[in-house]
């Protein structure tokens, strides 16, 4: 079995001092994994449960990289529609490489519509974006030149490199218990990531729904 840290990037008394403290110490404690928050936006209803100052978690991940040697980094969950699909697939590969292959990327699909309005992204679509963007991103980190046409996303003859450390790709978490988020892992994912859920409900329901 392997235990994991949710890093708390944000609230008051949250800095960089804090988060590099933190981060060592589940490293030197013998924890396997540390994974943060996204937002980028903070708007009302984010504000409401993700209160300011917050780091936004590519850039911290990228730090946090350099002040370990052996603990897994990973979003907990990105947002994927909030950023453009090539700078998700860039800055991640980017990360698992400095990071000799230590990266998860842990995807979700958000649900703070200020936030969304605030980015300019429609929220209706957030799960069909998410689907052509994770096609994408596997391309991206699999191909030397890569393409893509979808309805959300287009791009023609991309070169990728640096490909990322870990082979094929980093893993790829999928955040959330709906029975939408399963589809989601089973076309798109390496495993499994619902958030907040009870243990029964994981043992009786998640995992037999999940088999189906």
């Known amino acids: 079995m392997k235990v994991g840290v949710n890093l708390i990037n944000f609230g008051p ?3 960089p001092e804090y988060l590099k403290r ?8 013998g924890y396997h994994l540390i994974m943060t928050s996204d937002h980028i936006g903070i708007t009302p209803d984010v504000q409401s449960r993700y209160p300011a100052p917050f780091y936004e978690p590519i850039s911290l991940l990228g730090w946090l990289a350099g002040t370990t040697t052996e603990i897994e980094i990973g979003t907990t969950v990105m947002i994927v529609p909030y950023r453009n699909v090539l700078e998700i697939a860039r800055s991640c590969a980017n990360i698992d490489q400095l990071s000799g292959g230590r990266f998860i990327l ?3 699909i958000g649900w703070a519509q200020q936030e969304f309005q605030a980015l300019g992204v429609s929220f209706k679509s957030r799960g069909a974006i998410t689907n052509e963007y994770l096609e994408a991103i596997k391309l991206l980190w699999t191909q030397d030149v890569a393409s893509y046409q979808g309805k959300f996303v287009s791009f023609e003859n991309v070169h990728t490199e640096p490909r990322p450390a870990r082979s094929p790709h980093p893993p790829i978490w999928v955040g959330g218990p709906s029975d939408a988020a399963m589809r989601r892992t089973v076309l798109y994912g390496d495993a499994w990531h619902p958030i907040r859920i009870r243990m029964d409900w994981f043992r009786d329901t998640g995992i037999p729904r999940l088999k189906e």
């Open 13 to 15: 008394g949250v800095n």
């Open 22 to 29: 933190w981060v060592q110490l589940s490293e030197n404690l």
């Open 106 to 108: 842990g995807v979700g």
